[in-house]
């Protein structure tokens, strides 16, 4: 009795809500169109999502240090707790951040949270980015939130460095002299942007409070803009799903938003949250107490910037002995310009492989079904050369430590690097590549003949076989359910003539599907499956006879 | 399957794509495997307590949080920022995990898991409505006159193109006008060479061979006006090698005193402290991008990315025997820039 009462109370008191709600802002129509959404799941598509909510998680700490930290170059005599920096002279930046951690109680967590975030941040979009190249799902239609995505990664390192910058210690400041010395090797413009960024002359008293700004404002105000339009994009183009039986281009196969993915997703959100916190409770990062504050002179060996710097500086310690040059009177810094040449070129084609890729095949359909990285060979490839190309400047980065930690010599280490820098891109190209047409044929193997059961007969003739086992329906799709591309010859176009575009596009086709692997068709399978089953069918008569 | 969503397979071009007529027929959604929790209402209960005790854990952890915050509180003693952290971290990890990991299972185990399928439609719009759109830009087009009146427009994109110029010029007082800034450091004729950071003068007699000195100005210390730009520019280092050692220029002769020489401590790759010095090589190293440069020949680039040799501080000895710089460098020290090598 009062059971039911209670029951009855709670529905209306929830009824009561929905109604005050909707009443003022009309959401019930919202509900309905999104909350029943599918999302399709696995766990590849959780990288995305601990991006998401790093940043959520840069946001909350970031704001919670904003309250303490003081953007300021002006210069101090410290007379915090920290004994071994007592009397020091140091900027107003440098000793808030030194306050924050020994006087502010959970101010060093929520630095260490901030700082492990941020790394995670990069490193989740980066590997989002990766799941996203590798799969396809960059292919029509969601050419254009790749790009966003791309531009949020940039975002994302431009937040990290800014803030790398802030606490005004002896390391970033070394960071800032990097970067000052990469300005000013821009022809023409590169001392004034240096005077104009610096507010005068390196290091200045201004550039804290400068990155503060873009910091805790611009950049964070652009990501959040390119996050909200990401997640539009996604909502309206429907995730993608791994080809599958029952998953096509046409449909959307997984869970609905509520309650299954609602949970799951704001679960995760407490997990990525609750790693970070457990990470930051127990490893140190950025120990700035003992770097001290920013001096021109001094600096440390082995320094290493964040990790998603690391290519970029890399690439500056990759770069060749002697390639300054003059002209005219005037020094061409290459050794400068090359590395950033380099790096730039290298951002521009991962931002436009889309509409390449597209260019090629010419095929315009809506893709939404993910492939399989074997099933396309070239692409995967290419994606292994540019993680190798990447990975090489990276280590780049690391030339000294790998050199002193192995016991090498620091400039065959780095000799080394320059000569895989070119030669490992196009031997991962060739390697991937053969990987994936070896998986491919092995996969056409198993959908045609079935799986081996090991399961050796002799044939009354003598002859030798080995049984194969049939697969079931479902995972016969999954191995012969994906898009397959043939090279194309350079035609004509309206007019009769053979142009430019259609040559290139023409040779480029035969290099992406030259070597190929057609899945295997039904009437392939069902030949093979007769001709198992006449086989079957012997074996059977054999053992018949034996008995 | 709507007839529309049929359509995105249809409606678009596929391009180099090869249509198979006996591609292998999708057997469609895989039958939903029962999980324990569906079939046995001891698992589904015994799921439930597991999600309510990772929810009682995190409301656990929260509270351990609140009691760590106040139980260790900061002082000099810097192992109090320790015990903090590791406290205020652990509770505030549990009470995040648990409600994370509790959700999850709760998800997992007595959530429905049917796999659903839902139609994509083509995002293109039909037809009707793009003409519909078209019919709305035209008649915006219509009654504004944008393409009918020139003037109008052509004055308006003259407008917007110049509306933002003033946004940018605005900018103007970022920094200075560079000027000759980068071409000297304080360092000039009689200049005394000072240990850095202590500012205490170097006699010649101090600097035994092989030892090393960082050297700054004399009277450049800290809280002077300019302190950090000025040595940013004005770092040196001081080496006294055997003299017999030294390879030098009839130019550059007169600049060491008896094996000491001063270079600029400033990389001339992109201007981090050139800080390493190895005895045995008689070679410099900087730390950031291991440019290494020959001390005894001139500071020549032996090794990585800098492109010149360290600017050289021409250097005397007074008659009580301190270290003095003849003059200012003869170069622009640090990084390259554009027109260093053009006398202004």
């Known amino acids: 009795m009062s059971n039911s009462a209670n029951t009855q109370k709670k529905n209306s008191f929830l009824a009561g809500t929905a109604n005050y709600v909707d009443e003022r802002l009309g959401v019930a129509g919202v509900l309905k169109e999104f909350g029943r959404k599918i999302f399709p799941d696995h766990w590849s598509f959780m990288l995305g999502e601990v991006a998401l909510y790093s940043f959520l998680v840069l946001l909350l700490s970031g704001t919670f240090l904003t309250f303490f930290f003081q953007p300021s170059m002006t210069e101090v005599v410290y007379d915090g707790v920290y004994a071994p920096l007592k009397g020091a002279h140091m900027s107003i930046a440098y000793a808030s951040s030194l306050d924050i951690t020994f006087e502010v109680r959970g101010g060093l967590l929520m630095r260490q949270v901030h700082h492990w975030s941020a790394l995670l941040f990069v490193a989740a979009a980066g590997l989002h980015m990766l799941r996203v190249f590798f799969t396809g799902a960059f292919r029509k239609p969601r050419e254009m939130n790749w790009v966003v995505g791309f531009v949020l990664f940039i975002l994302g390192m431009g937040a990290g460095f800014t803030g790398y910058s802030l606490p005004d210690d002896l390391l970033s400041g070394n960071g800032l002299r990097i970067i000052d010395g990469m300005i000013k090797g821009i022809p023409f413009i590169g001392i004034w942007i240096s005077s104009f960024l610096f507010g005068g002359e390196f290091p200045g008293t201004e550039i804290v409070a400068r990155l503060y700004s873009l910091h805790i404002m611009l950049i964070p105000a652009l990501i959040l803009v390119f996050l909200a339009i990401h997640l539009v994009m996604l909502v309206v183009h429907k995730h993608t799903h791994y080809s599958g039986a029952g998953k096509k281009d046409t449909n959307v196969v997984g869970y609905p938003l509520m309650p299954v993915y609602v949970a799951k997703a704001g679960g995760f959100f407490f997990i990525v949250f609750g790693v970070i916190m457990l990470i930051s409770t127990f490893f140190t990062i950025n120990p700035i107490w003992n770097y001290g504050g920013y001096d021109p002179s001094p600096v440390s060996a082995g320094t290493q910037p964040d990790w998603y710097i690391g290519w970029l500086d890399g690439a500056l310690r990759l770069a060749p002995t002697g390639m300054e040059f003059m002209i005219g009177g005037y020094t061409v810094s290459m050794n400068i310009l090359l590395p950033l040449a380099v790096s730039l070129i290298f951002l521009a084609l991962v931002a436009i492989y889309p509409f390449i890729e597209n260019w090629i095949t010419g095929d315009k359909r809506e893709h939404h079904v993910l492939d399989r990285p074997r099933n396309a060979p070239v692409r995967t490839a290419i994606g292994a050369a540019g993680v190798m190309f990447y990975a090489i400047l990276w280590a780049g980065a690391s030339t000294d430590l790998i050199a002193t930690q192995f016991k090498m010599s620091l400039n065959q280490v780095l000799t080394a690097m320059q000569i895989s820098l070119i030669v490992l891109p196009i031997v991962s190209f060739i390697v991937t590549k053969r990987i994936c047409l070896s998986l491919q044929r092995k996969d056409r193997e198993i959908a045609i003949h079935g799986r081996e059961t090991g399961r050796i007969v002799r044939l009354p003739h003598g002859e030798y076989i080995e049984v194969h086992e049939p697969l079931n329906d479902y995972e016969l799709y999954k191995l012969v359910d994906y898009k397959d591309y043939q090279p194309t010859l350079a035609r004509p176009n309206a007019k009769g003539k053979i142009t430019v575009g259609a040559r290139i596009r023409a040779s480029l086709s035969k290099f992406y599907f030259k070597d190929r692997v057609s899945p295997a068709s039904q009437s392939e399978i069902e030949a093979a499956r007769h001709h198992a089953e006449e086989i079957e069918h012997e074996v059977q008569k054999a053992i018949e006879a034996a008995k | ?344």
């Open chain 2, 1 to 344: 399957m709507s007839e529309q969503s049929k359509d995105i397979e249809r409606s678009q071009n596929s391009g180099l794509a090869v249509i198979k007529p006996d591609a292998v027929r999708d057997p469609g959604i895989e039958p939903h495997r029962v999980r324990m929790t569906d079939k046995s209402p001891k698992h589904a209960k015994n799921a439930a307590r597991q999600v309510a005790l990772l929810f009682a854990l995190s409301m656990l952890g929260s509270a351990f949080a609140l009691w760590a915050y106040f139980a260790f509180p900061l002082t000099e003693d810097l192992n109090t920022v320790r015990q903090n952290t590791l406290y205020l971290g652990v509770g505030i990890t549990l009470g995040l995990l648990g409600i994370g990991i509790g959700a999850i299972h709760w998800a997992k185990t007595l959530m429905p898991d049917h796999e659903v399928a839902e139609d994509r439609h083509v995002l293109a719009s039909s037809e009707d409505k793009r003409a519909a759109a078209i019919e709305i830009i035209n008649l915006a087009n219509k009654e504004s006159g944008f393409t009918r009146r020139k003037l109008i427009r052509r004055t308006l994109y003259g407008a917007l193109a110049l509306f933002p110029l003033p946004g940018l010029i605005i900018f103007g007082d970022l920094g200075p006008n560079p000027g000759n800034s980068l071409r000297h450091t304080i360092w000039k004729k009689g200049t005394r060479l000072a240990r850095d950071p202590y500012g205490t003068p170097i006699k010649a007699s101090d600097v035994t061979i092989g030892s090393v000195y960082h050297v700054v100005p004399e009277g450049l210390v800290p809280g002077t006006e300019h302190y950090l730009e000025e040595k940013a520019k004005a770092a040196v280092l001081l080496v006294r090698v055997e003299p017999d050692k030294l390879i030098e220029t009839e130019e550059r002769k007169s600049w060491s005193y008896q094996g000491i020489v001063a270079y600029s401590k400033i990389c001339t790759h992109v201007g981090c402290p050139v800080a390493l010095y190895e005895q045995h090589t008689h070679h410099l190293l900087c730390p950031c991008h291991q440019s290494t440069f020959d001390l005894v020949d001139g500071c020549k680039v032996v090794f990585g990315p800098a492109a010149r040799p360290l600017p050289q501080l021409p250097i005397y000895v007074d008659e009580e025997g301190y270290l003095r710089a003849q003059s200012d460098f003869n170069e622009p020290v640090g990084p390259s820039f554009w027109d260093r090598s053009v006398k202004s």
